[in-house]
């Protein structure tokens, strides 16, 4: 279970020149708003520590100095594959010490509360 994370539908174009040239991709985004720009960057520099420790680089998106999201896919073949679950999940069980906006939490689902109070 990813209650973090969305899977997002893409259309790619495939470059081939049929009237129905584009496919759809998928890609996994988590998206959060920290306590503060500390608090953001200190999750970004984690994850990112456990994304070049797995060699699989995910793209990282920080606005609005602590709104972050997350978009995990495999590029090189344009869509989610194992490696993006597994990298999806490492992140969640060793990042666990994110200093969320207390206005996010009290915005999320049961789920996603019960999930980060683990």
């Known amino acids: 279970s990813f209650p973090l994370w969305e899977l997002i539908p893409q259309l790619q174009d495939t470059g ?6 584009a496919t759809t991709m998928y890609f996994m985004s988590r998206k959060f708003t920290a306590r503060n720009f500390k608090c953001a960057m200190d999750a970004l520099n984690k994850m990112g520590e456990i994304a070049e420790r ?11 100095y602590r709104e972050v999201e997350v978009i995990i896919f495999t590029h090189k073949l344009g869509g989610i594959t194992e490696n993006d679950f ?28 019960a999930f980060l109070k683990r």
């Open 54 to 64: 797995e060699n699989h680089h995910p793209d990282f998106h920080l606005t609005n």
């Open 86 to 113: 597994i990298l999806a999940s490492m992140i969640d069980d060793e990042c666990v010490s994110i200093e969320y906006s207390p206005k996010w939490l009290d915005n999320q689902n049961s789920e996603v509360q």
């Open 16 to 21: 081939k020149s049929h009237s129905s040239s």
